[in-house]
Nanobody, 122 residues
Framework: VQLVESGGALVQAGGSLRLSCVAS????????MAWFGQAPGQEREFVGR????????NFADSVRGRFTISRDNAKNTVFLQMNNLKPDDTAVYYC????????????????WGQGTQVTVSS
């Protein structure tokens, strides 16, 4: 699976962004999809994930209620909608995929995109 993220930008605190991740190569609808964020000097951290059918999502406490994840299996695309952004959300955001239905940690995901930069100014 090849993953390509887009949509990162510089945005003011309180603003919104929508990141996209387009997948190719294998049956996208069979993959658990997730988003991770990596701030400067920090480890890559779990942001949220969505199951194969798009019926179940999970989020880190820090973004729950502000971020949502959706997917369009017909277009092999997963989205991260980021609302009420805060300066602490500044990070490179990575899309990840795995065929295991219950992957949580970075090492459990087999496929990664190259990342897209999100910068939130105060």
């Amino acid at each position: 699976v090849q993953l390509v993220e887009s949509g990162g930008a510089l945005v003011q605190a309180g603003g919104s962004l929508r990141l996209s991740c387009v997948a190719s190569g294998r049956i996208f609808s069979r993959y658990l999809m997730a988003w991770f964020g990596q701030a400067p000097g920090q480890e890559r951290e779990f942001v949220g994930r969505i199951n194969w059918t798009g019926t179940n999502t999970n989020f880190a406490d820090s973004v729950r209620g502000r971020f949502t994840i959706s997917r369009d299996n017909a277009k092999n695309t997963v989205f991260l909608q980021m609302n009420n952004l805060k300066p602490d959300d500044t990070a490179v955001y990575y899309c990840a995929a795995d065929s295991h239905p219950n992957a949580w940690k970075t090492y459990e995901y087999s496929f990664w995109g190259q990342g897209t930069q999100v910068t939130v100014s105060s």
